[in-house]
């Protein structure tokens, strides 16, 4: 008689927070927002000078951490889904 082992499910793996992020960053709306960050960062600059680096350089920065609070969010509902 042969044995074959337990019939259990494996456990599901935690989600790592860098696979999150980078999941986040592959959407294709915050690629548009960090490239017209930068578009508008090169007219500014060029328009008034390089105090005009401070708009694009505000907008690259909210946009990264929007990135960042997105994934947070997207872990711990990958977290707390895996734990049920």
């Not at 609070?69 to 977290?79: F, G, M, N, W």
């Amino acid at each position: 008689m042969k044995h074959f082992g337990k019939n259990t499910k494996p456990l599901a793996q935690p989600p790592k927070l860098y696979d999150s992020i980078l999941q986040t960053i592959k959407e294709p709306i915050w690629k548009a927002l960090v490239i017209s960050a930068l578009v508008a960062s090169v007219f500014e600059c060029a328009a008034v000078g390089p105090e005009g680096l401070g708009e694009g350089i505000a907008i690259i920065f909210t946009t990264f951490m929007l990135i960042l609070i997105t994934a947070i969010a997207d872990y711990i509902k990958d977290t707390r889904f895996i734990a049920l």
